[in-house]
């Protein structure tokens, strides 16, 4: 499967990160797992639960399960344990190749940004991993922003760190949350596939 771009002239593209520009979904999986075991979760962290969230920030990720399971498990501990596993496997993470070769083909052509629900230091990890981290001057993450994903607000920072219209900019996302936050800023977005790993 290759990568469908909309016939219209924007002037700019947002990249998500974790399962749009690097296929580093799956190792995020397994971190989740293990950092929720660990932190005496007995129910089940399903993968379809999973990608369905993909984008929301982890201790909302917390926050809901809790809410869905009548449990309280510490947020902030898991989101800790988590990164933790996580950053150990980041040399272990590819590209997304028909995605990063879009990002290579824009660069320096287009202003063009990152805007992720991942923390900063994972987010600059997977793109150094990547051989992706010199094509991004503006990288947006939770702490630059009130709201996360769904809210527009990674977006909407973006778009004027680059100086460009919300409507002259691509979104490329994998995750639900990212499509309604593209939407909410009034954004054209693309929907990466895990098929198109």
């Not at 926050?63 to 272990?92: C, W, Y």
Request: charge should be negative.
């Amino acid at each position: 499967m290759t990568l469908q771009i909309p016939d219209y002239p924007f002037k700019a593209f947002i990249f998500d990160c974790d399962g749009t520009l690097v296929d580093s979904m799956p190792l995020h999986y397994i971190a989740w797992c293990e950092a929720l075991k660990a932190h005496g979760a007995e129910f089940e962290f399903t993968e379809e639960f999973f990608y369905g969230h993909a984008g929301v920030k982890e201790q909302d990720v917390v926050r809901i399960l809790n809410e869905m399971h009548g449990t309280s498990i510490d947020p902030v501990a898991v989101d800790e344990t988590k990164a933790q596993i996580f950053h150990r496997r980041i040399p272990e993470v590819l590209p997304v190749e028909s995605v990063a070769a879009f990002a290579r083909s824009v660069a320096g052509r287009f202003p063009i940004a990152v805007a992720s629900g991942s923390a900063e230091d994972t987010v600059r990890g997977c793109l150094k991993a990547t051989g992706l981290i010199n094509l991004f001057e503006i990288i947006i993450t939770p702490k630059d922003v009130r709201l996360g994903k769904p809210a527009p607000d990674m977006f909407l920072l973006a778009a004027e760190r680059m100086g460009i219209a919300p409507a002259d900019c691509l979104v490329l996302e994998d995750g639900n949350s990212g499509l309604k936050a593209a939407e909410a800023a009034g954004m054209q977005a693309v929907f990466i596939p895990r098929t198109l790993r």
